[in-house]
């Protein structure tokens, strides 16, 4: 793909128009408010026999089988990378993926908007969680799999949240930067476009393997390469159109560049999405002197000049660490039981995130974080989890 400001400029006006009516008509002729059955939609509560939309269940119980292009073995291994690198993946996600999501100034007012109207942003970091762990289970994304069906289901949630922003009347639409209602401008483009669905499944796939580079964890290339395609496989079932998946490792990262020189730029929302996702870090962090740690470790990952956009306070005593964790991963590389020892290093550290996912998603009859007993047995998480 050729990627230019003129074709990202044109992505910016578009959605996702295979879903986009259908849950358009649930949502406008549902038996209840639109935001009710949105919130029921993120939580992926069960819906009421009563309230269910025929239509949206026959397009869900389709499976429609994979693309021509989906090599089996590569997604294969790309689910294994995850399996053996899973605790610092996802701490990754919380550290470097999302914060540049935050730094991007028109796709971050999505993500703020949803947090006010539907569901608050410590919840939709646990939701992100558990989308990434479903999906990354073995088979998880063949048809009818638990990871399958729920990236399916963040496609419909996605497009209940383009059509909330843009018809539900409480969202004022202006271009005021003083406005403090919820609102949306214009100037932002289509909510949840395509070039912003390209942007987050390149910080969920690019972003996750430049990290664990710079924590010390080297990537085999064939690795990176299969981790990559796993992703070009979730992001086609979150709605990507296509013919703008970046199926080549050097594809994703020439767009990840063209995005981040389009949108990386300060917001109000931003910082405080950032704000969000550390505290809820924090919770991790057991010890008092520590307590900089996330904030240190958010901005050795996107660098200086993504975290000041975003405000991340200046790193503490903790950054001397950072040198010296780096070159100890890079050391245990060269031992076959690399992941154990470092296992007993971050062990603690992982362990208290998971349990912060379990608090925050806790709610219901049931714990809505879930990880799978062979994940859990992996990571040495088996106190702190509920199997599936």
């Known amino acids: 793909m050729d990627w230019t400001n003129a074709v990202l400029d044109g992505l910016r006006a578009v959605g996702d128009p295979e879903v986009d009516d259908m849950v358009g008509r649930y949502?406008?002729?549902?038996?209840?408010?639109?935001?009710?059955?949105?919130?029921?939609?993120?939580?992926?509560?069960?819906?009421?026999?009563?309230?269910?939309?025929?239509?949206?269940?026959?397009?869900?119980?389709?499976?429609?089988?994979?693309?021509?292009?989906?090599?089996?073995?590569?997604?294969?291994?790309?689910?294994?990378?995850?399996?053996?690198?899973?605790?610092?993946?996802?701490?990754?996600?919380?550290?470097?993926?999302?914060?540049?999501?935050?730094?991007?100034?028109?796709?971050?007012?999505?993500?703020?908007?949803?947090?006010?109207?539907?569901?608050?942003?410590?919840?939709?970091?646990?939701?992100?969680?558990?989308?990434?762990?479903?999906?990354?289970?073995?088979?998880?994304?063949?048809?009818?799999?638990?990871?399958?069906?729920?990236?399916?289901?963040?496609?419909?949630?996605?497009?209940?949240?383009?059509w909330l922003i843009q018809n539900d009347p409480n969202v004022i639409k202006t271009t005021d930067p003083a406005e403090t209602r919820p609102h949306y401008s214009h100037e932002w483009g289509v909510p949840v476009n395509q070039e912003d669905l390209l942007g987050t499944m390149m910080t969920f796939s690019i972003v996750v393997l430049d990290s664990l580079e710079k924590m010390g964890i080297g990537v085999d290339q064939k690795d990176a390469v299969a981790y990559h395609h796993t992703w070009n496989v979730i992001g086609h079932l979150v709605g990507i159109r296509p013919d703008l998946l970046p199926i080549s490792l050097d594809d994703g990262r020439k767009l990840v560049d063209l995005i981040r020189t389009r949108q990386i730029a300060p917001s109000k929302e931003g910082r405080e999405m950032t704000a969000a996702a550390l505290d809820f870090a924090k919770h991790a962090v057991r010890i008092p002197v520590l307590h900089g740690l996330p904030a240190t470790t958010m901005r050795y990952l996107v660098g200086d000049h993504i975290a000041n956009v975003i405000d991340v306070p200046p790193a503490d005593w903790t950054m001397m660490m950072m040198g010296p964790i780096s070159q100890f991963n890079r050391w245990l590389s060269f031992l076959e039981q690399r992941k154990y020892l470092l296992r007993l290093v971050t062990a603690d550290f992982n362990r208290r995130l998971i349990e912060a996912c379990l608090v925050v998603g806790r709610g219901g009859r049931r714990p809505e974080f879930e990880i799978p007993t062979h994940l859990a047995d992996k990571w040495g998480l088996q106190r702190v989890v509920v199997s599936v």
């Not at 639109?34 to 026999?49: A, E, G, N, V, Y």
Request: neutral net charge; contains cysteine; hydrophobic residues 35%.
């Open 27 to 162: 949502l406008q002729t549902g038996p209840t408010r639109p935001t009710d059955l949105l919130s029921r939609m993120i939580r992926w509560d069960p819906t009421p026999q009563e309230e269910r939309s025929p239509e949206i269940d026959g397009w869900l119980d389709a499976s429609p089988p994979l693309p021509s292009w989906v090599e089996p073995p590569l997604m294969d291994r790309g689910v294994e990378f995850f399996a053996e690198n899973g605790p610092e993946i996802l701490l990754t996600l919380l550290l470097a993926s999302l914060p540049e999501c935050y730094a991007a100034r028109k796709g971050v007012q999505v993500l703020h908007l949803t947090a006010r109207l539907v569901s608050n942003p410590q919840r939709r970091l646990v939701e992100t969680a558990q989308m990434v762990i479903d999906a990354m289970s073995p088979d998880g994304l063949k048809p009818g799999r638990r990871g399958y069906e729920t990236s399916r289901r963040v496609r419909l949630m996605h497009s209940g949240i383009r």
